[in-house]
Structure formats: structure tokens, C-alpha cells
């Protein structure tokens, strides 16, 4: 959950007063707020954390970290966790130890 | 050298780790914070390329590790209640709490769902306003600007039906804790270089004089790190104690400004007790007064639980540095990443799940002791 991935921002709008864009991550696409980082227009490059954008890049560092991701394939999993989750779940939770 | 191929420029790295070997006169104990850090070090072999005076220390900057396991069980308490859809990130769901995980809640009938982002939560209690919907808020400064805004956002929607289940960090006052620690044994640290983008550096220039340390903001990538931790090595040989920014390309002195006025706004500092570390002055935020209908804590007041800490589990100790994951005994055979004692073995930012993942199943050879 703690990964900040660089995105392009492909479009800018308010939903319910907030400041939301629409954030493209090397194909995946997905909503991001906008709110603090009122600097960013569209076709700019910025870190997203949990769904909020916190800093702007620029477009080759931004490209060269995607690229990184792309090859640990961890963009997927960070982007849409509750598909990959099963996957790491154990089978059923062992009982750690008993209390006393 | 069989790593130095996975770097994006291996010449750049080759160059990178001469500098810090040619440059090191003397050993040197340096500690990166964060725990994506951590795992990016491990996974390339970073640590390998240092000349052998060179220690990293391995810090405590994975929330999901550090979360203590009385929340843990706060929110397993909370996430069996009926009516509750208990809503939080991923890594979540396998940390250990004293008797089961939130998989193990889920699995029993409970409404436990993964989000990708504390507006997610939102959004689950705006489409369900007859479920109580609460977001579990782990994370450090770098997540804390969302989970505000989600609270801002649920106010301004006047949702009563989401709260949050507040633990959130702060690195500052645990690098001071680390620091006045007895047998501490750190020198140096790296910063975590997204904690910064939104806090800035300004917070680290007391700490590096007081303590005489130099503290070098560090990116995420292979090459960020070696140059990280060339620069603290550079500081450290010169006997210079104060703050650089290894990764200007997404930190400034000031921080993001924005996110600072809404974090103050809607959190205010606390005691916070961290797994394996203990209590640490003023190192957490909670929700302010104005916010308190948003507090999953005050909301649902689950009373009396006795946690209990696996007796074998030694990530305080590996949190602190002491000792290598592979050090404790139950590393790879009783504790593994599908059976977890500890935090550490769960999250892939914890120390010993990245330990556990890239194979370093060897103790390391005994330190010289200069
Ligand atoms: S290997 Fe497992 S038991 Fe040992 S310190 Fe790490 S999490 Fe705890």
C-alpha cells in the first residue's frame, strides 16, 4: 500500500467539490483527487498514493519508475488490490497460539 | 556483482557503489526508514554491493508492521460487529492479531472489504446508508493527506454512517525515539522519500543538529538508494551533520503546502504506541475534537481486550536494527509469509517478508566488532 506511482493525468474535473482527474498508469486508468495538487493540468505527470495525487514529476522520471513496476508487476496488484487479494490469502487462518 | 544487471543503468550503479566503497574509510551503520525501501534493497541486492563496513539497518517504515496489535484487534472487534462493512487496505488483512487475522473475520461471515483508497470507503458508505462503514487509517504521512479528505468529504456530505479506525505515524518523532534509544546504533539515516513530498524536509534540520546526524532524503529506485546512501556515506566520512535532498525530483524543503493545511485541519498529534517499538511521544495523529463523530474508536467503545504478542516473534528487535530477520529463530520454518507471527513477515515492505522472498535464509556472518 505504501507505493507512490507515477501517472499521466489524462483529464480534470470536480465531483461534489473536489478536485478529480482521471490518471493513466502505463494502461490502467483510474480516478485520482486532484485536491493537493492544485499546479497540475492535464498531460502532466504526477506520484499518486491511495488514490491521491501528491506531487508532480517530471514525464522521464515518471516513465523510468512505470517501467520499474512493469517489471516487478506490482502495478496491477497496487491498483486493484481486492482482485489479487484471494490470491495471497492462506487457505484458511491458522490460530496463532492460545491465550491464557 | 549479479545483481548490478537489474539496475536500469549498470554502469551508473557500478559507478555508484566504487564511489561509496572508494570513499568509506571506516564502518558505518546507516538506517532507511521506509520500509518500500527496504524491500527495494533486499530485492536487488543492494546491501551486497556495499563495501563490508557499510551496515543498513533496516527501520520501522511499514505501517502495516508498526500498526500495534491492540488497534489490530480494535478493528478485528470491530469488523465481526453485524451491520459493520469494515473497509481497508490489502495488506491489512493477514496481520496477525492475538487470536486471527481479518481474512479470518471475512471468512466467518464478516463484511471485511479491500480499497484501493480511504474515497472508496466514502463511496461504500454514501451507496449503503444502512451499513456502518469504517476505514481503517494506518499509514504515515504520505497517507495521511487522503484519509483527511476523506473525512473532510464525509462531512461535507453529511455521512453519518463511515468512521475511521485512526493509527496513523509519524517518522520525525521515531527517528528521535530510534536516536535516544540505549545501544542505539544508528549513524545515519535515509529519509523515505514520499513521506518528504508531502511534509517536506524542514522537520529533519533540528533533528540532524541535535543529534549530530546527517539524514539524506531518498528516492525508491535501486539508483536512488545507492545515491542515497553515497551521500550519507560522503557526510559521514566529513563528520557533517545536516539534511540533503537525494531526490529533488519530487521533494522541496516546504513539502505540498495543500496537503499540510488539511492534514492540520482535521488531525492533531498524539502518543502512539507502535508494534515492537512501544509508546513514542507525539509520533501518531489522531482525528481533532471537531472530528469526533468521524472516530471508529469513539463510536463503537470495544472495551477490555487482552492482546497478546506471539512469545517467539522478535520483530522489535528486528525493528530496531538488533537483529537480521533471519536472526530469529522462527524465520522460515515457523514463521513464513503464509503463516505469519509477525507484522514483519506480512506486509512486503516488512523486513522479514523481504528477507523471506529473496532468499536470504542464511544468518549473516558475525559482525566485527571495532
Ligand atoms: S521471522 Fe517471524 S517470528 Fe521472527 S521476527 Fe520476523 S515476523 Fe517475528
Same mark, same amino acid.
Given at each position: ?22 490518471? $493513466? ?32 514529476? $517530471? ?22 488490490? $481486492? ?14 497460539? $492460545?491465550?491464557? | ?10 554502469? @551508473? ?42 551496515? &543498513? ?11 500495534? &496489535? ?6 478485528? =472487534?470491530?469488523? =465481526? ?23 479470518? %473475520? ?20 454514501? /451507496? #449503503? ?29 453529511? @455521512?453519518?454512517?463511515?468512521? !475511521?479506525?485512526?493509527?496513523? %505515524? ?13 545501544? #542505539?546504533? %544508528? ?11 508531502? !511534509? ?22 535501486? @539508483? ?19 539534511? /540533503? #535532498? ?16 488539511? &492534514?492540520?485541519? %482535521? ?33 463503537? =467503545?470495544?472495551? #477490555? @481486550? ?38 514483519? !513477515? ?6 522479514? =517478508? ?17
Amino acid at each position: 500500500m505504501c507505493l507512490g506511482i507515477p501517472g499521466r493525468v489524462l483529464s480534470i474535473y470536480s465531483a461534489d467539490g473536489v478536485r478529480m482527474g482521471k490518471v $493513466d498508469f502505463d494502461g490502467i486508468v483510474k480516478e485520482v483527487c486532484l485536491e493537493y495538487v492544485p499546479e497540475v493540468q492535464v498531460g502532466d505527470y504526477t506520484i499518486v498514493h491511495v488514490g491521491f495525487a501528491i506531487t508532480r514529476v $517530471d514525464e522521464a522520471s515518471a516513465q523510468e519508475t512505470l517501467r520499474l513496476f512493469r517489471e516487478m508487476a506490482m502495478l496491477e496488484e497496487e491498483l486493484n488490490p $481486492d482482485q489479487h487479494a484471494e490470491l495471497r490469502a492462506p487457505p484458511a487462518c491458522p490460530v496463532l497460539h $492460545d491465550s491464557n | 556483482m549479479k545483481y548490478l544487471d537489474e539496475f536500469r543503468d549498470g554502469a @551508473l550503479a557500478q559507478r555508484l557503489a566504487a564511489e561509496i566503497r572508494q570513499h568509506t574509510t571506516r564502518p558505518w551503520r546507516i538506517m532507511e526508514v521506509c520500509g518500500g525501501q527496504t524491500h527495494a534493497i533486499i530485492r536487488n541486492g543492494i546491501d551486497q554491493l556495499l563495501p563490508p563496513e557499510i551496515e &543498513l539497518i533496516h527501520g520501522p517504515g511499514c505501517p502495516v508492521c508498526v500498526t500495534p &496489535l491492540e488497534t489490530i484487534d480494535t478493528a478485528l =472487534a470491530i469488523a =465481526a460487529l453485524p451491520g459493520v462493512t469494515f473497509c481497508s487496505f490489502g495488506d491489512m488483512l493477514r496481520v496477525p492479531g492475538s487470536r486471527h487475522d481479518l481474512f479470518y %473475520v471475512r471468512s466467518q461471515g464478516g463484511d471485511v472489504r479491500i480499497v484501493y483508497s480511504p474515497m472508496d470507503a466514502v463511496r461504500i458508505a454514501r /451507496e #449503503n446508508p444502512q451499513r456502518e462503514v469504517v476505514f481503517f487509517a494506518i499509514g504515515f504521512e504520505t497517507t495521511a493527506p487522503a484519509t483527511a479528505m476523506a473525512v473532510l468529504t464525509a462531512k461535507r456530505l453529511g @455521512l453519518r454512517n463511515f468512521s !475511521m479506525l485512526v493509527a496513523h %505515524v509519524l517518522v520525525p518523532p521515531a527517528i528521535e525515539a530510534i536516536l535516544n534509544a540505549p545501544g #542505539n546504533r %544508528v549513524q545515519a539515516f535515509l529519509a523515505a522519500g514520499h513521506v518528504c513530498s508531502v !511534509m517536506g524536509y524542514w522537520q529533519y534540520v533540528p533533528l540532524a543538529e541535535r543529534y549530530r546526524v546527517p539524514i539524506v532524503v531518498t528516492g525508491f529506485e535501486p @539508483l536512488d538508494i545507492l545515491e542515497g546512501i553515497r551521500r550519507a556515506v560522503r557526510l559521514l566520512e566529513a563528520g557533517e551533520a545536516r539534511v /540533503e #535532498n537525494a531526490y529533488a525530483r519530487a521533494v522541496t524543503f516546504e513539502g505540498n503546502c495543500a496537503a499540510q493545511k488539511v &492534514l492540520a485541519e %482535521v488531525f492533531e498529534p498524539c502518543d502512539r504506541a507502535w508494534r515492537g517499538l512501544g509508546v513514542i511521544p507525539q509520533s501518531g495523529w489522531r482525528l481533532r475534537p471537531e472530528y469526533r463523530d468521524f472516530d471508529a474508536q469513539h463510536r463503537f =467503545a470495544i472495551g #477490555n @481486550l487482552h492482546v497478546q504478542e506471539s512469545p517467539i516473534c522478535r520483530s522489535g528487535d528486528v525493528l530496531q536494527g538488533k537483529i537480521k530477520p533471519n536472526q530469529c529463530p522462527a524465520f522460515g520454518t515457523l514463521c513464513t509469509p503464509r503463516t505469519p507471527l509477525g507484522a514483519t !513477515m506480512v506486509s512486503s515492505e516488512g523486513a522479514c =517478508a523481504a528477507y523471506y522472498n529473496y532468499g536470504r535464509m542464511a544468518a549473516p556472518a558475525p559482525l566485527h566488532h571495532y
